[in-house]
């Protein structure tokens, strides 16, 4: 009796640990970010500034987009580094074409969604029906796109006096006092956290991420699942590259270089799995504005690039590590279900 007693004590508290990791992701990346504003804005008072807390948010805004196009993969136990170069050529297309037709309008935006669905089905199709391992197919990619990006440029960069003027105005554009930037970061991360919750397509996508052999004994079409998320992940990029492409005014071959890990970074220090099936977008999202906020502080306190590079580089380390833990709480916590729904009367 005794030893069945330790062992439901056991059981509970295993449960109860690991129902607790389940929901600490979310509000453990904001508790941090809480933290990470205390500990500024004691060393740097102007760190709460309006203006630089408005910075802050509108350097992450589309680092957010691009987070949350990585999440969405990574939801599907895949990966896509090759998420800056996706940015980089629907950028440059975009911006090319739209200095050679100035009176293009808004209705421009839907190039680079198109290019950016475009790219990543190619990604979609190499890892769920070729088979390719999704590290390899996308670092093949990443190059291939960057250099085509090379050979449509023929060297040349595009400079803001190229652009239309709404295209120039639009980064620095405000929404009842928020940047246009951040206002539209919201609505998309806002929309895709809906659709990855409440439609069924959504849901499907985490099962796949989940258990990819037992999505297929249940019926479920998992290649057409990991396609559908290369293409949406890659009509963010599509979107990410428009938009920063009108913030820094001139778009070069080089642009969005090394958003790959960083992106990765954000997601993953948002709580998204990198085992998949686990994480949501809002946690990405956030996950970008920690990365922004550590890059705004140390900057503020006159920290040196690379000992910059070493702490985002520490908290991705200790981001992956946490993962891990809360991964096998998580298992446990299954095992545990299991275990109590057999022994049940």
């Known amino acids: ?76 136990r895949n990966l896509d580094v090759s998420v800056g170069s996706i940015m980089g050529f629907s950028a440059y297309l975009t911006a090319d074409f739209a200095g050679r037709h100035p009176d293009a309008g808004p209705l421009l935006m839907l190039m ?15 890892v769920a029906y070729g088979r ?6 996308t ?8 250099g085509l990006t090379y050979v449509y440029a023929r060297g040349q960069e595009i400079t ?15 929404l009842a006092g928020v940047p246009f930037l951040v206002v539209i970061a919201f609505i998309v991360v806002c929309l895709l956290a809906a659709f990855l919750r409440f439609y069924p397509l ?25 396609l559908f998320a290369y293409i949406l992940g890659g009509v963010l990029c599509g979107l990410a590259g428009f938009l920063y492409a009108a913030r820094v005014g001139t778009v070069t071959v080089v642009l969005a270089s090394g958003w790959e890990l960083t992106s990765l970074a954000a997601a993953v220090i948002g709580g998204v799995s990198v085992a998949g099936g686990s994480g949501n977008v809002i946690g990405a999202a956030l996950g970008a504005v920690v990365l922004a ?25 200790l981001a992956a590590t946490a993962d891990v833990i809360i991964a ?12 109590i729904a057999r022994t049940s009367p």
């Open 202 to 226: 959504g849901r499907r996508m985490y099962a796949v991420g989940s258990n990819v052999s037992a999505s297929a004994f249940f019926g479920l079409r998992t290649q057409r699942i990991v």
């Open 139 to 146: 670092l093949g990619t990443m190059s291939v796109y960057r």
């Open 1 to 76: 009796m005794l030893t069945e007693g330790a062992t439901a004590s056991n059981d509970e508290a295993h449960k109860g640990f690991g129902q607790f990791a389940l929901r600490f992701r979310v509000s453990g990346v904001a508790g941090f970010l809480l933290l990470l504003g205390l500990a500024f804005t004691l060393l740097r008072p102007q760190f709460i500034t309006p203006g630089n807390l408005s910075a802050i948010i509108s350097n992450a805004a589309i680092l957010a987009i691009v987070a949350a196009a990585q999440a969405v993969v990574l939801i599907t």
């Open 293 to 317: 906020t550590i890059d705004n502080g140390l900057v503020l306190l006159g920290i040196p690039e690379f000992w910059r590079m070493f702490i985002q580089g520490a908290a991705i380390v």
């Open 112 to 126: 680079p969604l198109a290019i950016g669905a475009a790219l990543g089905a190619l990604n979609g199709l190499l």
């Open 328 to 339: 096998g709480q998580v298992r446990n916590t299954l095992r545990v279900r299991r275990r």
């Open 132 to 137: 390719v391992s999704p590290l390899i197919a």
């Open 160 to 174: 803001s006096s190229r652009l239309p003027q709404w295209m120039n105005v639009l980064p620095e554009a405000r």
